[in-house]
């Protein structure tokens, strides 16, 4: 096979890490032969997928303001759209097909009734990434023939499984490090209880999955808020410098893939 894989976990804003973590990785002259994302992944996965650079993809979201609360539109029915997230997709995108991208792409959501983690690598591209994307709640679930699907990072939030049996490498992402170093008071409020539980929830699956990857780059993110796009290129910062400190396990992973194709 000779090939890379990504899997790029969801995280929110905090997803814009990903993208820092893949400039780095260009810089190394690796590229992926498939990613695999969920929710944030998902979204920076497709994009990256269809051709755009890591900072083209940074400032198209960032002037989408798709993480952040105060661009969500309510629908009469209760929930959130998700028509800003699909109208980025569809400017950005060639063709509503997972064809159209150039990298193979895998999408992780959640049957949200039969409680079952599903992959989603074929059939109409946007409506999968939303599902991916579509936060329990807050969004409406999306519905694909006779699936009612959810936010991938429900059952799923780190999904190298599609990759394992295509790729000879896989290089894993995550921005969602579970830290104890935080004060009590930090977490008082609602929407610090709610990310700290969403954390709490998923440490133990991502760590599980990280015997799956070659080198599991983890970006130290517990300071920034899921929602809040305004230290966007910060993350960004971050997610780079993160995937810098893995440096001579990158290059251990490209001589592993040099061997094969000698």
């Not at 990903?18 to 994009?47: C, R």
């Not at 083209?56 to 952040?68: A, H, R």
């Not at 409680?115 to 989603?120: A, M, N, S």
Request: hydrophobic share 45%.
């Amino acid at each position: 096979m000779n090939k890379i894989g990504y899997v790029l976990s969801g995280g929110g804003a905090r997803g814009f890490a990903h993208l820092g973590v893949i400039k780095y990785l260009e810089e190394l002259g690796i590229k992926p032969h498939a990613i695999a994302g969920t929710s944030a992944g998902a979204i920076a996965g497709a994009l990256y997928a269809a051709g755009k650079s890591p900072e083209e993809i940074l400032q198209l979201l960032k002037k989408s303001n798709y993480f952040g609360w105060s661009n969500l539109l309510w629908r009469k029915n209760g929930f959130f759209s998700m028509h800003a997230l699909y109208e980025l997709l569809k400017t950005t995108i060639s063709g509503n097909d997972f064809d159209a991208v150039k990298i193979k792409l895998f999408v992780a959501a959640t049957d949200l009734v039969k409680g079952d983690p599903v992959i989603l690598s074929s059939g109409k591209l946007f409506e999968a990434v939303i599902a991916s994307a579509s936060i329990p709640v807050v969004f409406e679930p999306v519905v694909m023939g006779d699936l009612l699907l959810v936010d991938g990072g429900v059952l799923n939030n780190f999904p190298a499984e599609p990759l394992q049996k295509i790729c000879d490498v896989i290089i894993g992402s995550s921005v969602n490090k579970l830290t104890d170093n935080i004060s009590t008071k930090s977490v008082l409020s609602a929407k610090n209880i709610i990310d700290r539980c969403f954390h709490m929830a998923i440490a133990s699956a991502v760590h599980s999955k990280k015997k799956n990857c070659d080198v599991f780059i983890e970006s130290p993110l517990h300071d920034f808020d899921m929602y809040d796009v305004k230290p966007a290129d910060k993350i960004f910062e971050i997610g780079y410098n993160t995937a810098a400190l893995c440096k001579a396990e990158l290059l251990a992973a490209i001589k592993k893939v040099a061997k094969k194709e000698a």
